[in-house]
């Protein structure tokens, strides 16, 4: 996120399995991180979901993208 999208703020979960939750191994932690690009307007403000205007194969494209340029640098 810092070297691609210019080390925005952002919002981190740690998501858990829920209290009393019969879960046994099946459930795991993990951690979300998402960036703050944009500003909430009404749709996000009254429903509490986001939208968002990319495309996956524009965020996929960007990410391969990434990923490659971290691969060819030198150790």
């Given at each position: 996120?810092?070297?691609?999208?210019?080390?925005p703020p952002f919002n981190y979960f740690i998501h858990s399995a829920?209290?009393?939750?019969?879960?046994?191994?099946?459930?795991?932690?993990?951690?979300?991180?998402i960036p703050k690009l944009s500003t909430a307007?009404?749709?996000e403000l009254g429903t509490g979901m986001w939208i968002?205007?990319?495309?996956?194969?524009d965020s996929a494209a960007f990410?391969?993208?990434?990923?490659?340029k971290r691969e060819a640098q030198p150790a």
């Open positions: 996120m810092r070297e691609g999208l210019n080390d829920p209290l009393k939750a019969d879960v046994g191994d099946a459930y795991h932690w993990h951690l979300e991180l307007a009404g749709f968002n205007v990319v495309k996956p194969e990410l391969r993208e990434r990923v490659q």
